[in-house]
């Protein structure tokens, strides 16, 4: 059985998309058998990627063209193993659609604590802030999958 891992933002064309290519790519390289997903809170369903996270995807080789928006659904956290948000107020919106024991900020469950810390958001901002958006995401989600195997190799759910 894989882990269904599901990454949420709040549009779904901007950072979770960049973090399921991210993330998607590590799992094969590392031969894990996670699928992995994304939604947002507020998506407009169907919507491309950003201009920016695509443009930073194509810059670490990575296509997010064929990348459409959904809107997070109870049934997308009743089907997700775990559930990685951007901010508190994400994982707030996976916990009133079921979520609990499951959301967890994204670089807390990398970091392994529960500080509180967002993935930077670079909606309306320049290139360069996707760019270090996206060099987050490369710090943490190496974690992430490390963590996520290591639970799911000793028997603990994910």
């Known amino acids: 059985m894989s882990a269904q891992l599901l990454f949420v933002c709040t549009g779904n064309t901007c950072r979770s998309p960049l973090a399921e290519a991210m ?4 799992a094969a390289a590392r031969g894990l ?3 992995v997903s994304s939604a947002g809170t507020s998506a407009w369903e169907g919507a491309t990627a950003s201009d920016g996270s695509m443009l930073v995807g194509l810059e670490r080789d990575l296509d997010l063209s064929s990348h459409r928006a959904r809107v997070l659904t109870r049934e997308l956290v009743d089907g997700a ?11 707030a919106q996976v916990l009133a659609l079921g979520g609990s024991g499951k959301v967890h900020l994204l670089r807390d469950y990398a970091a392994g604590d529960a500080a509180g810390r967002a993935v930077q958001d670079p909606f309306g901002a320049g290139l360069d802030a996707y760019r270090v958006m996206a060099d987050e995401l490369d710090t943490e989600l190496p974690r ?8 799911w190799s000793s028997g603990e759910r994910p």
């Open 81 to 91: 193993s775990v559930i990685l948000a951007m901010s508190p107020h994400h994982a």
């Open 23 to 26: 993330a998607r790519r590590l």
């Open 33 to 35: 058998d996670v699928t």
């Open 144 to 151: 992430v999958l490390d963590r996520l195997a290591h639970e």
